[in-house]
Structures are given as C-alpha cells and as structure tokens.
C-alpha cells in the first residue's frame, strides 16, 4: 500500500497559479473563476494546484477546498518587492514544489526556470497612445504606461503561450515582441449572464437617459461626453441626463473632472456603484456611451447588449470586437465631442441615429471560449 501510493503521489503533477498582485474588482474575479475551475476534483486526481495570492483573507477556504494558497501580503508594497518575487524568488518556489507547469495571471513572465510557462496578459496600455497632460492628473499611471512594454518583453518567449483577450492584442503581441501566431491565445472573457429582473426592453424616462460606468482613468475619456453635454446645452438642447459613474473623491482624475464639469446640470455624477445598481441602470437607460480610448476589453459594451438597446461608442478596434455581431451600435471618433453631441441630438430628438454596420469576428485558432478549453489547451493538448 506505501508503494501505491508513493507511486500516485509521484504520478500527481504540481501547477502553480501566480496572481499576487491581484486583490479587488475584475482582476480578483478573473482569478476567483481560474480556480472555481480548478477545483473540480477531475483537475485534482491528476494536479496539485498552489494558487499565490495576495491576502488569505480574501479567499474562503471552505470553497477552494483542493487549492494550496501561499500568500504574498508585501507584493502590492512597492514594485521592488513584486519584481523580487517574480524574478528572483519564484524560480525557488518552481524548484522546491517541482512544480511542472506555471501560469502567470497577470501581465509578467516569471523567471521559473526550464519548466513549461504561460502569461495571461490583461494591460493594454503599452499599445494606447501616450497623451503627456495625463502627467499632471495620473503621472504614476502614465509612467507605468510606458514602462509596461518594457515588463512584458523581459522573458516573453520563454513561454509557451501567451493568452490575450482580443484579436487586435494578438496582432500587436506578434508585431511589437515577435511571437509567433500560434503561441498567442485569444481567451474571450466570460460575460456574466444578466439576471432577468434587470432586462427591460425600453427606457420609461421623460427625458433621455444615457448612462456611461466607468472608474476614472484618462484612457476612459469621461471628458468627450462633458463636452458634446455642454455642445448640447449651447444648441438649447437640454431634455435628457447622462449618468457617470464618478464622484471627484476616487483620484486626481476623477477631481479634474468634478471641478470643470460640476455645475452642468444634465450631468448626474453618482460615484461608483455596485453590480445590481449597475445592471439597474443599464434597464433604465436610453443609450449607453462608452468613450474609452483603450480597453482590453469593454465588458460593459458586451454587458449592455442583453438589453437590445441603442449604444455609442468609440470606433476602436476594440470596441468593434466588444459589440461583434450586434444591430443597435453607433461608433463614433472618442476625440470628436462634435459627432458625440451629435448622435446624443439624433437619439433625443427622435430623428434616428443610423446605426453602424456591425459584424462578428472571426477569430484564428488557437481560441479559447471558457476556462475548460483554456486549460485543453495548455495541459491536454499538450500532453502536460
């Protein structure tokens, strides 16, 4: 019996989880669903899977009951401490766990060793445009920006995969770092099911709604919809609200805006909101706006299509993959407040909006729909 099963533990293969800088919103969710998925005990009669982590606390141990954490609570202390652990310190953990596959969940490629590696990487900002006055309202944020192409590159090719969200990344991972094609995964984010109570087929408002949820970061371009609002008011058009989900409290962004665009009174700036209040509103509204200059993916764009109703958003690469095959969406250029007002006028005076050709995307292979095909992917497919 001690020879079954000292052959069943050599048998059993360790993969390690690497999401230390994750601790709130998308990015924690993201590795929350990554391990409700490995938990299944199919996963576990074949691999021990050691999640790092942040904080214990912010896991419930009772519903990751085949998960192995190790914490790293000094990793969001300074970037001295995270590049330690990914370059120096992790490659003692892949040797003392003999760990047999590693995948990285945020953005860096660890030095790891010899042993198979894939990176998911989330940031997009390395391929935005550089706008210099960010400096002065996000100078961290700016100068992170531009630091992050220089993050992704170290390591790059030591991985087998490298897993993106969209196929306009894709194109700019081949371009920019040389990968090859078929090392690059396109992994679609899961959109979460909208509960029925919250669908509503049409807007009851007196007066025009329209509705942006964002967290203020200058990339979101909350200032093109202040504009084309004060273009509207100008013209003497008044008869509708625009709800943005800002307060002036969240950053100097944020600040910035309340302390130009404050006293427009068809601007509502509500601070953030949680999820039901957010699927709430996506029923009430009219219209959802989404300006975003850069996204790796505009979940609220692909959230709000299960309402069928009208959207404006940027004509961006990755806004036209975020709506795909969708009838009631109009692009418009996120530096133009003029067009923005524009088509705001056309859908508030009833005179038509003239939706844009939309289509769905064909994606390459290798493509990934959920979790499941992720992971037949890097382990199944490749015999791991």
């Known amino acids: 019996m001690i020879q079954d099963r000292l052959s069943k533990e050599k048998e059993i293969k360790t993969i390690v989880i690497s999401a230390i800088n994750f601790f709130e919103a998308g990015p924690l969710s993201v590795l929350k669903d990554c391990l409700n998925h490995l938990n299944d005990d199919v996963y576990v009669s074949k691999y021990k899977i050691i999640a790092l982590v942040h904080k214990l606390e912010l896991f419930k141990a009772d519903e990751y009951r085949n998960i192995n954490f190790i914490e790293y609570p000094k990793s969001r202390k300074s970037y001295c401490y995270r590049l330690y652990y990914e370059y120096i310190h992790f490659k003692t953990i892949a040797v003392k766990q003999n760990v047999f596959f590693w995948l990285s969940l945020h953005d860096i490629s660890p030095n790891v060793g010899d042993i198979p590696q894939a990176v998911y990487c989330h940031n997009a900002s390395p391929f935005g445009p550089v706008v210099l006055k960010d400096i002065y309202v996000q100078p961290t944020q700016l ?228 979790w499941q095909e992720l992971f037949n992917i890097l382990l199944v497919d490749n015999k791991l």
């Open 143 to 370: 100068l992170f920006s531009l630091f992050y192409k220089y993050l992704y590159k170290i390591n790059i090719k030591r991985n087998k995969y490298v897993i993106v969200q969209q196929l306009w990344i894709k194109e700019k991972f081949h371009e920019v770092f040389g990968l090859k094609n078929d090392s690059i995964i396109i992994a679609k984010p899961q959109v979460p099911e909208i509960p029925a109570e919250f669908i509503k087929e049409e807007g009851t408002n007196p007066e025009k709604l329209f509705f942006f949820p964002t967290f203020p970061r200058p990339f979101k371009n909350i200032e093109v919809i202040c504009e084309a609002v004060k273009m509207l008011n100008e013209q003497g058009t008044s008869a509708f609200k625009v709800i943005i989900t800002i307060d002036g409290t969240e950053n100097y962004y944020s600040r910035d805006i309340l302390k130009k665009y404050q006293h427009i009174p068809n601007i509502n700036f509500v601070g953030l909101l949680k999820r039901e209040e957010v699927y709430s509103l996506y029923g009430t509204c009219d219209c959802l706006i989404f300006p975003s200059k850069l996204e790796t993916w505009g979940l609220p764009i692909t959230e709000f299509k299960q309402y069928n109703k009208p959207m404006i958003v940027s004509d961006l690469p990755y806004a036209k993959e975020s709506v795909g095959d969708y009838d009631k969406a109009k692009f418009f250029n996120p530096s133009d407040a003029k067009q923005l007002a524009q088509y705001m006028r056309d859908l508030i005076d009833g005179d038509g909006i003239g939706f844009s050709k939309s289509n769905p995307i064909v994606y390459p292979a290798p493509l990934a729909q959920n």
